[in-house]
T-cell receptor, first 114, second 118 residues
Framework: DGGITQSPKYLFRKEGQNVTLSCEQN?????MYWYRQDPGQGLRLIYY???????QKGDIAEGYSVSREKKESFPLTVTSAQKNPTAFYLC?????????????FGPGTRLLVL | AQSVTQLGSHVSVSEGALVLLRCNYS??????LFWYVQYPNQGLQLLLK??????LVKGINGFEAEFKKSETSFHLTKPSAHMSDAAEYFC????????????????FGQGTILTVHP
């Protein structure tokens, strides 16, 4: 079945630690996205990538980094510079060619701080 | 800049009653509008979307929404609520990215939690 997988489902971060969230898709989509979800705030865009080896900052990129070395993969690193990382993180993908197309979402990773 | 306002962070209805979730948007260009549903601790699933053409859009699970340009609204309705409709619902608007690229950035509303009582 085609879809988006995110791992792990839950992730715990210690003070000063970098952690990486995985996102993989087998939909053959060009574009991939990372969103952060906090209660009552909707989803906010962290980073997006329209093509391999290229990505752009979204609205809240500070304290995060990404890479796009393969079409299928778009990992997100939450760095120690992100002072309030506790949130639900959602990865999405879309075909990437026209702007009214649908974004498809993964099941999410919940990040908690120890 | 695009923005989306969902009126009411919580809506409660009885099973079998009409569901109405409100969404208003601001956009300087013709918008593309979406409704997504999220069940607890899961990702988002597309309910329906408006791009062009017919302003009344039908989606999955009996939901529909009407695009009203004059009111800048895209309210979501369902004639008869079911217990399984209890979830959080997000309205979103898509625009063109900077530099005229065809990137479809989604701007989301804050979400509306729908509770369905027996």
């Amino acid at each position: 079945d085609g879809g988006i997988t995110q791992s792990p489902k839950y992730l715990f971060r210690k003070e000063g630690q970098n952690v990486t969230l995985s996102c993989e898709q087998n939909l053959n989509h060009d574009a991939m996205y990372w969103y952060r979800q906090d209660p009552g705030q909707g989803l906010r865009l962290i980073y997006y990538s329209q093509i391999v080896n290229d990505f752009q900052k979204g609205d809240i990129a500070e304290g995060y980094s990404v890479s796009r070395e393969k079409k299928e993969s778009f990992p997100l690193t939450v760095t120690s510079a992100q002072k309030n990382p506790t949130a639900f993180y959602l990865c999405a993908s879309s075909m990437g060619r026209i702007h009214q197309e649908t974004q498809y979402f993964g099941p999410g990773t919940r990040l908690l701080v120890l | 800049a695009q923005s989306v306002t969902q009126l009411g962070s919580h809506v409660s209805v009885s099973e079998g009653a009409l569901v109405l979730l409100r969404c208003n948007y601001s956009s300087s260009v013709p918008p593309y509008l979406f409704w997504y549903v999220q069940y607890p601790n899961q990702g988002l699933q597309l309910l329906l979307k408006y791009t062009t053409g017919a302003t009344l859009v039908k989606g999955i699970n009996g939901f529909e929404a009407e695009f009203k340009k004059s009111e800048t609204s895209f309210h979501l309705t369902k004639p008869s609520a079911h217990m399984s409709d209890a979830a959080e619902y997000f309205c979103a608007v898509s625009d063109l990215g900077t530099g005229g690229t065809s990137y479809g950035k989604l701007t989301f509303g804050q979400g509306t939690i729908l509770t369905v009582h027996p």
